[in-house]
């Protein structure tokens, strides 16, 4: 029997995510939001903070719509307004989680902004255009998020058949056992792995595998901070090179294709035509910077991983399944079938052969999809409340300098990720820079277009890893005590810089060129 499965038999379905690899790592992590979140001496601080943001949000609800200086304003346009208010203040301050500030930013626009609210509170004649409460709740249903529990499904599968545990111990091997190679390899097989499967998850397999390398590592030498700190660094770097990679590229990839918006057709192998390149760059400069910053005093390691692939038909259904739906989103272009149904396909395969049971569901971050689907609530309401059509005939856009647009754009974007959820921000920038750079038009064509200002913003998402809290991977990495947050900032900041630079001119490159 696998060890995996044998663990979790003995532990009586005490906990299900027991059996993935690095769980411990997961553990201390949400333990450590929890309690920099909800100690008790930091309950004065969070009543202020909640407070704050009840008062911003009525104020902004309550006062005269012509002080918006915003022309033909309605009563649910401001109440968009004073809801987008809210969630960026419920984010930023993390006074709940994430998910939930998503789930009252649905319900608040259900009861107070669509067709379905409180009868005294939605009177279209005094209020203006209604939002379609069937639009509210399809947001849920986007075909983004199936994409993203498409990609969920792949990393589960792949954990429960040890897949991962096999890859990660074949693609290692090359690399043999001179210490500057193993972290090289670590790098780049962590970066791989976190372009397909969650980032969280990735840091955590990874870390779990380099415990026994620690322990061949002389405390007083900085390889061991070198070697973990390479997993936060390469899984945050790794996300960039897939649309699934992470949420700041989905979430970018919805607005630039939305039918109904810019319909700008970009395709999951597009996005890697011009992203992988990137992270491979990426992942080799940040190699040098960590050997630089942080030396090995130990010239060899030999490098142990425990664990591997079961036998058995279902291993091989899981591993012909992933090949496919890969190809299948690298030829999208070719075969016509859009990242999105495909991301489907590993869903109904892994469920009618059993591998994906309902206990596995269980596995698929929710929170996650919840958080994202509350941005796309607030994008919906931008835009069908008519808000968005007011906003940009009210403000000249159109003067802007389309550089500053990026630059500004990628700097709130960066700074915001430092300190909140990188999937809150670009939920919260996402919608606003579509209206922006919509409203622009053909002033954006000497960056390369609105692409070039999108996905300029889900690189600067992924280039924010200072702290041990801007990123689940940075916690993990933290979390093991060999990573000191100067260390971690130190080399965030470099890591940052140099991934915005080159992510920027790579966009204004690919865009001038007409090849997104």
């Known amino acids: 029997m696998h060890p995996i499965l044998r663990l979790f038999i003995q532990n009586n379905y005490k906990d299900m995510f027991h059996i993935y690899e690095g769980f411990h790592l997961v553990e201390t992590y949400h333990k450590m939001r929890h309690q920099r979140k909800y100690h008790p001496e930091d309950g004065t601080k969070r009543a202020i903070k909640i407070a704050l943001v009840a008062l911003v949000t009525l104020v902004l609800w309550n006062m005269p719509t012509e002080w918006y200086g915003i022309q033909d304003l309605t009563v649910i346009q401001q109440r968009i307004i004073a809801i987008f208010a809210f969630a ?19 319900v608040i626009m ?10 005294p509170m939605v009177n279209e004649e005094e209020v203006g255009k209604l939002l379609s409460y069937k639009g509210v709740m399809a947001t849920f249903a986007d075909p983004v998020i199936m994409l993203f529990i498409g990609g969920f499904v792949l990393a589960i599968a792949a954990t429960k058949t040890g897949l991962d545990a096999q890859l990660a111990k074949v693609l290692l091997k090359p690399f043999g056992t001179k210490s500057e190679m ?7 097989i962590t970066g791989l792995f976190s372009m397909f499967v969650s980032n969280t998850a990735t840091a955590a397999m990874m870390l779990t595998f380099l415990t026994p390398v620690f ?3 002389p405390p007083e030498g900085k390889g061991r901070i070198s070697l973990a700190m390479s997993i936060p660094v390469a899984a945050n770097l790794g996300g960039m090179g897939t649309p699934i990679g992470t949420p700041p590229n989905t979430i970018a990839l919805k607005y630039l294709n939305d039918p109904e918006g810019l319909n700008l057709g970009l395709g999951f192998g597009q996005w890697m035509m011009f992203m992988f390149p990137l992270v491979i760059v990426l992942l080799f400069i940040s190699w040098r910077i960590l050997l630089a910053t942080f030396p090995f005093t130990q010239k060899r390691i030999e490098l142990k991983i425990d664990g591997g692939m079961e036998k058995g038909y279902q291993s091989w259904v899981v591993i012909i399944t992933f090949f496919i739906t890969v190809v299948l989103w690298l030829l999208d272009r070719v075969t016509g079938i859009n990242s999105y149904t495909v991301a489907m396909i590993p869903f109904m395969v892994f469920a009618l052969t059993g591998i994906i049971n309902k206990r596995d569901l269980e596995q698929i971050n929710w929170s996650v999809i919840w958080m994202v689907a509350g941005g796309f609530a607030l994008g919906y309401g931008l835009n069908a409340s008519g808000l968005a059509a007011n906003a940009v005939a009210s403000i000249p856009f159109g003067e802007f300098s389309p550089l500053l647009i990026l630059l500004m754009g990628g700097a709130i974007c960066y700074m915001l990720s430092n300190f909140i959820s990188n999937s809150a921000t670009a939920a919260l920038l996402m919608p606003i820079l579509a209206i922006v750079c919509g409203a622009m038009g053909d002033k954006l064509d000497p960056i390369g277009g609105t692409p070039t200002v999108l996905i300029g913003v889900a690189i600067a998402a992924s280039s924010a890893m200072i702290l041990p809290i801007s990123t689940p991977p940075n916690a993990l990495a933290f979390a093991t005590g060999y990573v000191k947050q100067n260390d971690m900032a130190r080399m965030g900041i470099v890591m940052g810089i140099i991934s915005m630079i080159l992510g920027f001119g790579l966009v204004y490159l690919m865009g001038t060129l007409h090849l997104i």
Do not use: K, Y
């Open 182 to 188: 193993v972290l090289l390899g670590f790098l780049l």
């Open 88 to 106: 960026t203040l419920m984010w930023i301050f993390e006074v709940v989680s994430s998910w939930a500030t998503s789930v009252a930013i649905i």
């Open 215 to 217: 322990r061949q590592l």
């Open 110 to 119: 259900l009861l107070f902004c669509s067709d379905s609210g409180i009868l």
